[in-house]
């Protein structure tokens, strides 16, 4: 074995060793945030909140599914070191999202959501997953939304797909709006 040899393998067992000092100090200092953030109250509080279906309003996400959310302006005091720590916990322990940019924690509902597209007094369809899931010539009546036959024909894609999910109509400017399709109001 020359001198190099022995330099270099002496270079790869000192990099595994920062390599492994570093995991560790890692593990540590993620322990020790979860622990901050599990009993951070106001923190859990929100999270119950959105949990529960008590959110500000809902959103379209980069995938163009509906979420909720819910705001938290402690957000902007936690340090930009701390910030991917928080956002691993709460994915990871409560499937939510951090949006530090907005103050808000975001709950995905799934991606099954029915749609309903509603521009201008007009509805262009119901959808699910991006598919036409209900023509509006289905429900138009003298040229208006027969909004009980709307949520009929709702419910009764609902029944024979097995798939319940949250039925959203969404406005021409984009606002996101829960519809109750059920006949019990």
Request: aromatic share 10%.
């Amino acid at each position: 074995m020359t001198k190099l040899d022995v330099l270099f393998d002496s270079l790869a067992e000192t990099e595994k060793r920062r390599a492994t000092d570093a995991e560790a100090l890692e593990l540590d200092i993620k322990l020790t945030l979860n622990a901050e953030y599990k009993d951070w109250t106001a923190l859990q509080a929100a999270i119950d909140a959105l949990e529960s279906g008590n959110c500000m309003g809902y959103v379209f996400d980069e995938q163009g599914e509906v979420c909720s959310w819910i705001r938290f302006e402690a957000f902007s005091d936690v340090p930009t070191r701390e910030r991917q720590y928080l956002e691993s916990y709460v994915e990871d322990q409560h499937f939510l999202r951090v949006d530090f940019a907005e103050n808000a924690l975001i709950q995905n509902l799934g991606g099954d959501e029915i749609v309903i597209q509603a521009y201008l007094g007009q509805d262009s369809g119901i959808y699910q997953c991006g598919k036409l899931i209900v023509s509006p010539s289905e429900y138009y009546a003298d040229g208006s939304v027969d909004i009980t036959e709307r949520n009929r024909l709702i419910e009764a894609h609902m029944q024979r797909t097995g798939c319940f999910p949250g039925v959203f109509e969404v406005s021409y400017y984009g606002d996101i709006t829960p519809v109750n399709t059920s006949e019990e109001t």
